[in-house]
């Protein structure tokens, strides 16, 4: 019998994680959830194992539980489905000398996602990390597949030539935005982490920073009009769409995670019947059954899509607009495969 929801995380994703086991909890008392934070699996001494004989696989986790002075038990076979929610790879013990560490840490990801490979098809996933990881930082593969069912995206230009940089710029009268595929990061001279936003560009600033820009590609969009963004999550077939009015604070209007609360109301939106039918599909040719999709509605009423994000965070849209997000993650995983 499959009556175990599974849950990949990490610890800092517990203000999205709890939520979601304290409904499961609440609502479905035949079910047991297991969270297992990957990064301290092996610090833990938690155990898995994997085996094959012919045709025949599996796979099975045993997580130490401090709490209670005991341990969680799980086989692929009770497993009735996996929230893969931004798990980190798994870290060494304390205690193994720096030679070794690099070596274990890397043994233990490829283990993790083996299993995750050969795991049964009567699991649901909410996404399957073969899915969601090679999309992570792969916005061109996503637009490329959206504008094949017919969403419209920006034009847009990858390139370290800064001639090709301005003369793209010049079709666009000169403007345009420069964002980043994500995922890297730039130490500051303190040793913090520095976040680069999506920021306006123009020729002058291509032309001061040539050098630069042929020791590392830039990624550069036409400065679509505004009249409002999207955020749009995607749980399984449910669409929970916030409009953001970015364009009310100077703060926002280039990049709206610089957030400004106060000043820029989040409203609940309802799609055009296309649109909402468009992204369903796009999630589909993704193969995914979850996704925090980016989007810009123009003065015009013209719906640009911008990304998908396969890990993205909802938490402060359910808390403004109150829709069940949370609430159908859960139902999600505990309906598994119907």
Known sequence: MRDVVLIITSPEEAISVDPVMSIIREKYDELSVLRVNLDSFLKDRSTVSLWMEGKISGWQIEVQQFDNKGTIFVNESNIKSIWYRRASSPKSPNEVADTYKEFIENEARKTFSSLWSIASNEISWLNHPDHSFPLEFNKPRQMKVASEIGLKIPSTLITNNPREAVDCLRKWNGQGIIKVFGGSTV?????????????????????????????????????????????ITIVGKKIFPCAIYSQSSARTKTDWRRFDFDNVPHVIHKLPPEINDQLLRLMDKLNLNFGAIDMIVTPTGTYVFLEVNPSGQWGWIEHITKMPISQAIADFLCRGKT
């Open 187 to 231: 130490r500051s001279k303190s040793g913090g982490t520095l976040i680069s936003y999506t920021k306006e560009v123009n020729i002058e600033d291509v032309f001061r920073l040539s050098a630069e820009v042929e020791f590392c590609p830039i990624f550069l969009q036409e400065n679509v009009p505004k009249s409002f963004e999207l955020r």
